[in-house]
């Protein structure tokens, strides 16, 4: 598993307006822990197709339709920035382009207010 994968994740139970359900999510944690069996977390975005997404500013992030093996337009909502169990992610999808990494970084950078 590696910075900038794509996976399928089930994300249950979650609450209120978390993002739920079986969906695809961007691996963002360091390939330091990824790579380390020991570490039992990873560090994800979830990733969403509602279009109404795309309408909250920049802290989404539109993926085009085929980037990271996405079949359909997505959106990396990087406001909800959330660690997981590994065991919740199922399926690898496909690894987004370096240049949507970057600005999946950019919004996670802005949803948290780093500089």
Do not use: Y
């Not at 992610?89 to 919004?107: M, S």
């Amino acid at each position: 598993m590696k910075r900038g994968e794509v996976h399928w994740a089930d994300l249950m139970p979650r609450s209120g307006s978390e993002q739920t359900g079986r969906r695809p999510v961007i691996v963002l944690s360091h390939d330091g822990f990824n790579g380390n069996p020991r570490w039992k977390s990873i560090v994800v975005v979830p990733v969403s197709t509602s279009t109404s997404q795309g309408t909250r500013g920049p802290t989404v992030v539109e993926i085009p339709a085929g980037a990271g093996g996405l079949a359909k337009a997505s959106f990396a909502v990087c406001h909800q920035i959330t660690t997981l169990d590994r065991a919740k992610l199922t399926k690898r999808i496909g690894v987004l382009p370096p240049e949507a990494l970057v600005n999946v970084e950019d919004a996670v950078k802005a949803a948290i207010d780093l500089d």
